[in-house]
């Protein structure tokens, strides 16, 4: 499960990366490993059991450098295994200091921070004075401060331009030198990832923003439609009542003098009623429209409402 906390900077950080890099990470690893263990071996008789020995750790340096590939899943496991592998078989410290890197790259946690760095340096410092204190010949460090053309090889002892002290001081300041190298670069990368987290969170909610302003822009319009709706509606109602309140005192007014009116007056009578009638009827189907346009901005401005709580309760600062 992933590590996650409530607060703005997650612990566990999404770092990509891409395969050539890791390709390159792993041949460096597995090389410098095999360097280290060929040097080292150097110091034993072919027909020694540590001979044997140095036989199986170089078998395992071609390897080894895969070991890197599970750190964007399991940084912390990685770096402990490449810890212990480094202390146990004669190998470079760049492999601890590589897992290191992407240890601190991906867990944004001081605690895992502390830890790791102490254990990285501790490995690191481990690893270079072990080999800074093996025989000449069998040394790497030995061989950078040797003279050219001297050793066994050139059939001659080999020549020391430095004493055994500076060729210690030198492995300890050039371990050290690694350790702030791999630090820095694991919380460049962190900081890099957290900068585009924290701006693809903001484009995010600006987005979201833009979206709810838009949406609030449209409910407004329809508040503009649905007054004047209701007031068109109110206004047809109005009228409609006023005439319907002349065709019924027509009607009484009518049936009061019908006794007294012949034909032609009588027919009269009924035709301005029936265009009273088609008049009323238009303005209750003309009202009857405006009524369903006033619904539909009723629920729009119910729309608008739940917009309105919903933007409330968003909380886009804390997104950010």
Request: with cysteine; glycine share 4%; hydrophobic share 50%.
């Amino acid at each position: 499960m992933s590590e996650t906390t409530n607060s703005p900077t997650p612990i566990e950080v999404p770092v990509r990366t891409r395969n050539w890099q890791s390709m390159v990470m792993v041949v460096c690893a597995g090389f410098m490993c095999l360097a280290q263990t060929a040097f080292a071996a150097q110091r034993f008789g072919q027909d020694s059991a540590v001979y044997v020995w140095m036989v199986f750790c170089m078998l395992v340096a071609f390897a080894i450098g895969f070991l890197l590939l599970a750190r964007s899943r399991y940084p912390r496991a990685t770096f402990v295994a490449a810890c212990v592998v480094v202390l146990v078989f004669p190998y470079d410290p760049i492999l601890a200091l590589m897992a290191l890197t992407a240890l601190l790259a991906r867990r944004n946690d001081m605690k895992t921070t502390v830890r790791a760095i102490v254990a990285g340096g501790f490995v690191t410092l481990a690893a270079q004075v072990r080999d800074a204190l093996r025989p000449p010949e069998a040394s790497i460090w030995h061989m950078v401060f040797a003279k050219p053309d001297t050793g066994s090889q050139y059939g001659t002892d080999l020549v020391m331009l430095a004493d055994e002290r500076t060729i210690v001081i030198t492995a300890i300041v050039a371990a050290l030198l690694e350790l702030a190298i791999a630090t820095l670069a694991g919380l460049h990368i962190r900081s890099r990832a957290l900068a585009s987290l924290a701006t693809a969170k903001a484009d995010a909610a600006d987005a979201q923003v833009a979206q709810l302003k838009t949406t609030i822009d449209s409910q407004q319009l329809a508040d503009a439609i649905a007054a004047e709706a209701h007031d068109t509606l109110a206004h047809s109602l109005s009228l409609l009542a006023l005439n319907a309140s002349a065709l019924q005192a027509e009607s009484k007014k009518l049936a009061a003098e019908a006794g007294s009116l012949d034909a032609g007056q009588l027919a009269g009578q009924a035709s301005r009623i029936a265009d009273k009638t088609e008049e009323i009827r238009k303005q209750a189907a003309g009202a009857l429209d405006e009524a369903h346009i006033s619904s539909a901005g009723d629920r729009l401005c119910m729309g608008r409402v739940q917009m309105a709580r919903l933007v409330e309760r968003a909380d886009l600062p804390d997104q950010l």
